[in-house]
């Protein structure tokens, strides 16, 4: 028993050891430099972007009361959200007829692409920063002493600043779409029936769309946080280096010329 006991200990110390292990070599003060504290609020603000997109969902609706005396007031309620696939969101139109009683309709568009591309590109900054922090806090001297690692970092940067921009503006541009598509106004005039004098449509509750406004916005940081990044990025490659000893070099030349010209 004692064996067996000794055994399973020495195998839960095994995994505890290497996690004490990896969390004594975090140098925890590289987040006070602009380059690991700047990693953490595109990590952050990632979560934000993907998060407010992805989990909103709202409501729109109308009433129609038709002036047949036998049929009561009809409430329409449609609820939609991510990723805003419009116009597979179904509801019932009533019909004022005494033949049948609703019709199935559909919400107009479909404005997947660009919200989806947004959560997406969320989730991979998400995903990236988190491994840009594990290398940068942990195998430092491996990011300072490899110059691949740097180069790396910075295209990828570069090109996150690119894709976020273009992200943040298409679903910008999409958000617009979607607040026009589910107004109230634009449900009634969809309805066949509130276009006669069989019935009388009035607009429901316009549905509160801040949350995607929000999304939006933290697109857009994202973007700023990301292009600011770019130039602490670049600080940290060989070409940067190699600019500052070009710099240097040429220096004692100029140095040199304009002692012969004083000279002469």
């Not at 049929?71 to 805003?84: E, L, R, T, W």
């Not at 509801?91 to 692409?113: I, N, Q, R, V, W």
């Not at 004692?252 to 004083?262: K, L, N």
Request: hydrophobic letters at 40%; proline letters at 4%; aromatic letters at 14%.
């Amino acid at each position: 028993m004692s064996s067996t006991e000794s055994s399973s200990r020495t195998a839960d110390k095994s995994p505890r050891q290497q996690v004490d292990r990896l969390l004594v070599g975090l140098r925890w003060r590289r987040l006070e430099e602009p380059l690991g504290f700047i990693k953490v609020l595109q990590w952050l603000f990632a979560i934000f972007a993907f998060g407010s997109c992805g989990s909103y969902s709202g409501e729109t609706g109308a009433t129609v009361r038709c002036n047949n005396e036998a049929k009561d007031v009809s409430a329409i309620i449609v609820s939609f959200g991510y990723p805003f696939r419009l116009n597979r969101v179904q509801y019932e139109m009533p019909l004022c007829d005494d033949e049948s009683t609703s019709k199935t309709m559909h919400l107009m568009g479909d404005f997947s692409a660009p919200a989806e591309f947004f959560v997406t590109l969320g989730i991979f900054s998400f995903f990236y920063t988190i491994a840009a922090l594990v290398v940068y806090l942990r195998f430092h001297k491996l990011y300072t002493e490899n110059r691949r690692f740097p180069l790396v970092d910075f295209c990828v940067t570069v090109s996150f600043t690119f894709f976020w921009l273009v992200a943040a503006a298409a679903w910008g541009k999409g958000l617009t779409d979607v607040k026009g598509a589910t107004r109230p106004s634009s449900l009634t005039a969809a309805m066949s029936v509130c276009h006669g004098e069989e019935a009388v449509c009035s607009a429901g509750a316009t549905p509160s769309m801040g949350l995607a406004n929000i999304s939006v916005l933290f697109g857009f940081i994202n973007f700023f946080l990301w292009a600011g990044n770019c130039w602490f990025v670049f600080k940290e490659t060989p070409w940067h280096g190699q600019g500052q000893d070009q710099g240097q070099g040429a220096s004692p030349e100029s140095a040199a010329e304009q002692g012969a010209v004083e000279k002469q």
